[in-house]
């Protein structure tokens, strides 16, 4: 390389780093700019000790409590209680007592009926026979369990038998029940609100 051509080069990347270190000063020096142009309040404003008696609190408002639901019958099913539960394999069977689950305008019928003068509950169940009814299971049948979380858990028939046999909450709670053909397909806890009979 000639010697001319040496210091071309060596002027050239001169050059370059003076335009490169020219331009991130400029850019340095905007943006120091545009921060002193930037008003801050650093102002701490202090409160007299006889004035926070008038100072204004902010009040909390506590989050509206949900309001208890009924559920709605599911298309297909009926509602009531198990009474009964026996056989085991293809033979298990149970026994219904079908019931009423009322809300509304027949809630009210079902309350003055009975002789309440106005209902004050959000539902009636109405259970005056207590007539049973067998119905055999099938091996495929679906059993859904509710704990107090809201958690469902499905059991098979032979589980939902082990459960009933050892006596307990599981006796006492409603039930959506299905049935195809006379053999119940699926059996669902009931979660009602506390405020009903």
Known sequence: MQRADKIGLIVASLLVVALSTGAGLLLYQRS???????PRDTSVKLVALEDTATA???????????KPVVPKKPQGSDFGYVTAVGGSGKDMYLKWD???LLTGNDAD???????????????????DTHKTKTYDVSSKAAFEMVDAGGAVSKLS?????????????IRKT???????????VRLVQVVLPKDGQ
């Open 32 to 38: 120091v700019t545009l921060a002193a142009d930037t």
């Open 56 to 66: 204004v609190v902010p009040t909390v408002t506590p989050a509206a409590t949900p």
């Open 98 to 100: 079908q019931a009423e």
């Open 109 to 127: 019928v079902y309350a003055k009926k009975n002789g309440a003068v106005v209902n004050t509950r959000l539902y009636y169940i109405a259970n």
């Open 157 to 169: 028939a032979p589980e939902f038998a082990a459960q009933w046999k050892a006596g307990g909450a």
């Open 174 to 184: 409603p039930w959506w029940l299905f049935a195809r053909q006379g053999n119940v």
